[in-house]
């Protein structure tokens, strides 16, 4: 082959045709997963009505979704490698579709939790995968930039745009409608990407060694079921068996990983500077913010009296800021620096949180808007630069195990965030003293939390009634002011950490061959 020819043909896989329509199902199918995780909690009302969960039973249908997917992403990008990433994400996303359908047609609480378990099995398949894939399919440093952005930014928006969808179905459909959304987008995912996305893969991937499969499996789900489960009824015995399992097999895991020859996570990615600080910086950010966006919804639905569809709309500014800033990121970050494009949105974030320290129950909505387009626009920024940074500090062969790693941060991110802020929202929350004239019953109720002081006071004369809606209303906002506190602090504590550890990190400029 001449060099002409051999430089034509680099052109042609630079400027893959099709790259930009593979893109666009890329990212349709991680929003649709970021949605699918937020969607549910505005349809539990309606599912408890219908299917009459026991409290426990509640909890797992909430929770066993993120906990099967936080066990799986690391074994399922490692298997990506292996197989072929674009065999797996096809697969699936027509797992994922089939077992929506499972879900939306569940007619007994131990039925939606086996469906939302296989989903998220079928999640943890598209996530790692889609990332990779873009490593793939962008070869030019400078595309993959933006194309990361829009992913990123998807991924961010899916969970802002879950209560605006979630509210629209629920106000027009029943509650299994906001499953059956799913199907389309997978039909259109698979008949595209059968055709314009590449197959990809390790091309001396070794065996799939089950042995750590199961090792991850056990030790995310053990950590996770402990932070989750001791942030909502705090400490018990069952919790800590959880974490010490959980712990123990994760540190087998690392170990295992060292001494096999092909392992399923090389655990020597994480000598790099750059890959490392990305992962934290990402961990720490979703900490940092998860407890508050999982609590701001009943700020706004139970304090300030929205509906599902106004709360989510309430909550846009966070996705078109983050969406913005995605698509710019890699242009700034190299006109600037990583590191201080990274420390300085994840800086924004933990200002625009410390804002929301002075928000009270009849605060305007000016002040809360623009705090969330500043932690989005932040967000936008950090995230999107530090999946290039994680992306292109690996081989190409490694992309869908470092790919997971960066999804597996998230979620840990936010099981962390959720159990230590929402344990400071729950634990100001239940200090509040109940109005003289409230029954001892139904003041139990109340302190359980904000929706059970509002559906407690419902049996009360109006007077007492609104003494204790106030009094809990109070209690859970001095709550989120203090979280809110709290985030601010750990965002700023990371902003300074990134600055150090991204020291020196730059995003490829020149064409990158394949």
Do not use: C
Not at 185 to 197: A, H, P, Q, S
Not at 321 to 336: D, K, Q, S
Not at 346 to 352: I, P, S, T, W
Not at 421 to 448: C, K, M, N, Q
């Amino acid at each position: 082959m001449t060099r002409t020819d051999q430089l034509a043909k680099e052109t042609e896989v630079l400027r893959r045709p099709g790259r930009w329509l593979a893109l666009a199902v890329l990212v349709l199918a991680v929003l649709l997963v970021a949605v699918d995780a937020t969607v549910l909690g505005l349809a539990t009302p309606f599912l408890s009505e219908d299917l009459k969960p026991t409290g426990t039973q509640l909890l797992w249908i909430g929770d066993v979704y993120s906990f099967v997917i936080a066990g799986l992403l690391v074994s399922m990008g490692s298997l990506g490698d292996r197989i072929g990433r674009k065999k797996l994400l096809l697969t699936g996303a027509t797992a994922f579709g089939a077992v929506s359908v499972l879900n939306a047609y569940a007619t007994s609480p131990e039925m939606m939790i086996a469906a939302r378990a296989l989903l998220g099995v079928a999640g943890a398949t598209l996530m790692p995968s889609t990332l990779a894939l873009i490593r793939n399919l962008f070869h030019d440093p400078r595309e993959r930039s933006l194309a990361i952005g829009i992913w990123g930014a998807m991924a961010s928006a899916g969970a802002a745009v879950g209560p605006v969808v979630g509210g629209f179905l629920l106000e027009h459909f029943w509650w299994g409608s906001v499953f059956l959304i799913n199907l389309p987008v997978m039909v259109v995912l698979v008949l595209v990407g059968m055709r314009y996305i590449p197959e990809s893969k390790n091309p001396a991937p070794g065996p799939w060694d089950l042995p750590s499969v199961a090792l991850s499996l056990i030790g995310m789900i053990g950590v996770v079921y402990a932070v989750k489960e001791a942030a909502a009824h705090g400490l018990r015995t069952d919790m800590a068996v959880a974490a010490v399992i959980g712990a123990a097999a994760l540190a087998w895991f690392v170990r295992r990983q060292l001494r096999l020859d092909a392992p399923l996570l090389d655990m020597r990615l994480f000598h790099h500077r750059g890959f490392s600080g990305a992962v934290l910086a990402d961990l720490l950010t979703i900490l940092g913010l998860s407890g508050l966006v999982f609590f701001l919804s009943q700020f706004l639905q139970l304090v300030q009296g929205r509906s599902p569809l106004e709360a989510g709309l309430a909550e846009l500014p966070a996705a078109v800021g983050a969406v913005t800033a995605g698509l710019i990121a890699g242009n700034v970050a190299r006109r600037f620096s990583v590191r201080s494009v990274v420390s300085g949105g994840l800086a924004a974030v933990g200002l625009a949180l410390a804002a929301l320290t002075l928000l009270d129950r009849s605060s305007g909505y000016p002040m809360l808007g623009a705090s969330l387009l500043v932690v989005g626009v932040g967000a936008g920024f950090a995230f999107t630069v530090t999946a290039d940074v994680i992306l292109s500090s690996v081989p190409h062969e490694q992309a869908g195990a470092a790919s997971a790693v960066s999804e597996t941060a998230y979620e840990l991110g936010a099981a962390l965030g959720i159990a230590v802020l929402g344990s400071i929202v729950t634990g100001v929350y239940s200090d509040f003293v109940s109005p003289r004239g409230v029954p001892a019953a139904t003041s139990a109720a109340a302190h359980e939390s904000l929706g059970g002081a509002v559906e407690a006071s419902a049996g009360l004369p109006d007077a007492t009634a609104g003494a204790l809606v106030t009094a809990a209303q109070d209690a859970f906002v001095e709550g989120l002011r203090i979280a809110a506190g709290a985030g601010a602090a750990v965002l700023l504590a990371t902003a300074v950490a990134a600055w150090f550890l991204l020291r020196g990190q730059k995003l490829e400029e020149g064409v990158e061959h394949p």
